[in-house]
């Protein structure tokens, strides 16, 4: 069965029925010595080509229909700060290998190309919407000569600034589709925005596609893009689709800022990790919302987009993915009777599996530190970060904890 037959176009497709997203790349190339964490910058595409290719066509195999270029934190500002040395291959060289990189691979399979803008250093800093809109424009330049199919503008705290990015998108790029994502809870951006009316913003800023990604588990991104959902649809955007590319970590314990205010971010959050059948009540939930564009963020590993594929098949036309796993008949091949006991799917699903940890609390407590765009704290440089700034964040950080 063809991936997703008929139109090309990323709109009727989603008109037709649910696309699956990709996963999280930062953190799967981080794990195979191929991004730093804490700059989180895309510069394997020119450094390890290879190694973003082998992680595209493994989304591919698992079933994404979706594939979006390696360009996230690529915007000139963030390959260069705090002395970070991503911004010597240029910032058009790094977007336009990205791109290229991403349509070899997902052409052949049938696939959809997306551009990617994120959040960016300047907004954090400056706040200003000329500036900004000047610095995600040097990414644009690389996706309207190179091409894409759609852009995804991901990853904001601050509705803000997504908007600036969505306009910026419809002024220099024309008729491309947008999808804008943002990575807050249920509640509200970081400004306080109430959720729901940051989704109206954005489908008013002329948004296709409008919902959430990272930061927060898959229930808790349901929660958040339902309430865009029933704002969106109230404020009487009938046309606008809805997406959700979540963690594939549990967080119930997150506050505002999602899963980076966790003492376990970001190298110790492997007890956290979904399974698949968690993924799959995930997609059956996020397409029963009415959400059509459905994927992953950090975490997310191709296993992980493959449960949702599984899971939404006869939704998606028959489609199966490549490396589909039949839950019963391969585990009945296995020398143990006590582990052919466990082939079927009803039993994994009703699992409550253990963590191995005994001594291990099952929530932690997150830094609440309270600061956001404008504040000194968060304001950014390209030089590298000091010795007293990182004891000032220390004393900061200790202050608010006397005080909590
Ligand atoms: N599309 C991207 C999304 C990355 S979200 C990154 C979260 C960590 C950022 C940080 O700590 O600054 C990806 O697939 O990696
Ligand atoms: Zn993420």
Same mark, same amino acid.
């Given at each position: ?25 930062? @953190? ?35 079933? $994404?229909? !979706?594939?979006?270029? @390696? ?18 291959? %240029? ?24 551009? %990617? ?63 804008? $994502? ?5 509640? $509200? ?26 930061? =927060? ?12 959902? &029933?704002?969106?649809?109230? &404020?009487? =955007? ?21 899963? !980076? ?56 036309? %028959? ?54 765009? %404008? ?20 004393? =900061? ?8």
């Amino acid at each position: 069965m063809p991936r997703s037959t008929g139109v090309r176009g990323f709109l009727e497709r989603l008109d037709r029925g649910p696309v699956i997203g990709d996963g999280g790349f930062v @953190f799967a190339l981080e794990k195979r010595g191929y991004v730093q964490a804490g700059p989180w910058t895309p510069e394997a595409v020119i450094e390890h080509p290879e190694a973003v290719k082998q992680l595209h066509r493994e989304f591919l195999r698992a079933g $994404s229909d !979706i594939c979006q270029a @390696f360009t996230f934190y690529a915007s000139e500002d963030k390959l260069k700060n705090r002395g970070h040395g991503a911004g010597n291959h %240029g910032v058009y060289a790094i977007n336009k290998a990205a791109v290229e990189i991403v349509k070899e691979c997902t052409y052949p399979e049938g696939g959809l190309v997306a551009g %990617g803008l994120s959040q960016t250093p300047t907004y954090i800093t400056t706040l200003n919407k000329d500036l900004v809109k000047a610095e995600v424009k040097k990414q644009l330049e690389v996706f309207k000569t190179e091409g894409v199919d759609l852009m995804i503008c991901e990853y904001y705290e601050h509705v803000e600034e997504a908007e600036w990015h969505v306009e910026a998108v419809k002024e220099f790029m024309p008729g491309v589709p947008v999808c804008v $994502s943002l990575c807050i809870n249920e509640t $509200s951006d970081v400004h306080g925005v109430p959720t729901g009316e940051c989704g109206v913003k954005l489908a008013r800023a002329g948004a296709d596609v409008v919902g959430i990604n990272c930061h =927060f588990d898959p229930f808790r991104c349901l929660a958040a893009t339902k309430e865009m959902v &029933a704002a969106v649809k109230k &404020a009487g =955007f009938d046309k606008v689709h809805f997406m959700i590319q979540p963690l594939g970590y549990m967080t119930p314990d997150a506050s505002v800022q999602g899963f !980076i205010d966790l003492p376990e971010f970001p190298f110790a959050l492997e007890p956290r990790v979904c399974t698949r059948f968690e993924m799959m009540r995930y997609a059956r939930e996020a397409y029963d919302a009415g959400i059509r564009f459905i994927g992953g963020c950090c975490g997310f590993e191709p296993y992980h987009i493959r449960a949702l594929s599984e899971e939404l098949s006869k939704e998606r036309g %028959g489609y199966m993915p490549v490396g589909a796993v039949n839950y019963g008949k391969f585990l009945e091949k296995h020398t143990k009777p006590w582990v052919r006991a466990r082939a079927s799917k009803e039993y994994w699903q009703t699992l409550k599996p253990g963590t191995g940890r005994p001594y291990s609390a099952s929530l932690s407590r997150s830094d609440q530190w309270g600061v956001t765009a %404008g504040h000194e704290l968060v304001k950014q440089h390209e030089e590298e970060t000091t010795k007293e700034e990182l004891e000032s964040g220390l004393a =900061f950080k200790k202050q608010i904890m006397k005080e909590a």
